[in-house]
């Protein structure tokens, strides 16, 4: 077999066109949006957003085994901090951007301790609690969420540039976004990710071996909590203008939808489940009714069916699209899923 056909070619070969792949969306995503109407990128932008809120539910769900019915009040409470301190300080929001990771870390820290003591079907509805709890006091508090009218952050500027529009602010969330997806797939590779899993999949296992089953619960919820302080924070550097109404109770379900169609795995599936169950709607108003209906069943359909979501749809085609590629270059050598895409 010549050195070009073997194995050891083949897989890094396979690699470097998903890593190419992948930097060509990332660069398209980065410019093409701004070539478009302003509408257009600032709808982009919310995808962002989203996307990121997404993630940490994501993490929390297939990769810990845990459950959140509270994340859109992870992403608002955060949000709230940040616009609140960016109008008292007369400071750029964009500044404040650890200041709502902190927070969401915080809060996700706080819901995880109370989730501890609870199984199944009693943690969401502690989860459920904590958001109507945080909802119904916070969001109600004038010093937080700011007049009726909501609470209007000052224009966002760093380093002596100030982002009067969205496209000139669009590469600020650009960045945010790839640092989101960036420390996912660092979790998702780390020891931190396959202690989750094992949590996860055999927690008596687990147990038996000295793993801190609690610890690794609660750093779920903070990471997730992280992750949707971050998103709460580029809301907050986006839209510049919040209301509690920015942050519906009823969004909860809609991430929910979105990483159980994700599936187990990493983040292309919560990306593609976010543009179907929230991006196109948002582009497409006239598709909003239809979408409504198809989030449900995508949900029916995951968890009776095909319970590997999106994820496992392109672990399947990616795998059928190497083992083409290698057809020409000698056998090719099965593929053997590794624990991290098992989820």
């Not at 960016?86 to 969401?104: E, Q, R, Y």
């Not at 109404?245 to 599936?263: D, E, I, K, R």
Request: proline share 6%.
């Amino acid at each position: 077999m010549s050195a070009a056909g073997s194995p050891a070619r083949r897989v890094p070969r396979g690699r470097a066109l998903e890593a190419l792949a992948l930097a060509a969306g990332a660069v398209a995503l980065l410019l093409v949006p701004p070539q478009l109407s302003e509408s257009v990128t600032f709808n982009v932008g919310l995808l962002l957003v989203f996307a990121v809120a997404a993630m940490g539910l994501h993490l929390l769900v297939n990769w810990a085994g845990e459950l959140s019915l509270a994340h859109s009040t992870f992403v608002g409470f955060p949000a709230f901090c940040v616009a609140a301190l960016s109008a008292k300080w007369n400071a750029s929001p964009i500044l404040l951007v650890p200041v709502g990771i902190a927070v969401g870390a915080g809060i996700g820290g706080i819901v995880g301790l109370a989730a501890l003591r609870a199984r199944g079907v009693q943690v969401a509805l502690v989860t459920l609690a904590a958001g109507v709890a945080i909802n119904e006091y916070f969001f109600n508090r004038e010093w937080l969420v700011g007049p009726p009218g909501g609470t209007s952050v000052p224009t966002p500027t760093l380093f002596g540039l100030t982002f009067d529009s969205s496209k000139s602010l669009y590469v600020v969330v650009w960045v945010l976004f790839l640092l989101a997806v960036a420390l996912m797939w660092a979790v998702h590779r780390s020891k931190v990710g396959r202690g989750l899993l094992w949590v996860k999949t055999h927690p008596d296992a687990a147990a038996a071996a000295g793993v801190p089953i609690a610890g690794y619960r609660m750093m779920a919820y903070g990471i997730a909590g992280a992750m949707a302080g971050l998103a709460g924070a580029m809301t907050t550097v986006w839209v510049q203008q919040l209301t509690p109404a920015s942050f519906p109770q009823s969004t909860s379900f809609t991430y929910l939808l979105v990483v159980v169609l994700a599936g187990p795995g990493m983040v292309g599936g919560v990306l593609l489940a976010s543009v179907s169950l929230f991006g196109v709607p948002l582009f497409i108003t006239s598709s909003a009714a239809f979408f409504s209906y198809l989030g449900p069943v995508s949900l029916i359909l995951t968890l009776t069916t095909y319970k590997a979501g999106l994820n496992g749809f392109g672990r399947q085609l990616r795998d059928g699209l190497r083992e083409r590629f290698s057809r020409g270059h000698g056998p090719a050598t099965p593929a053997i899923p590794s624990a991290q895409e098992s989820r």
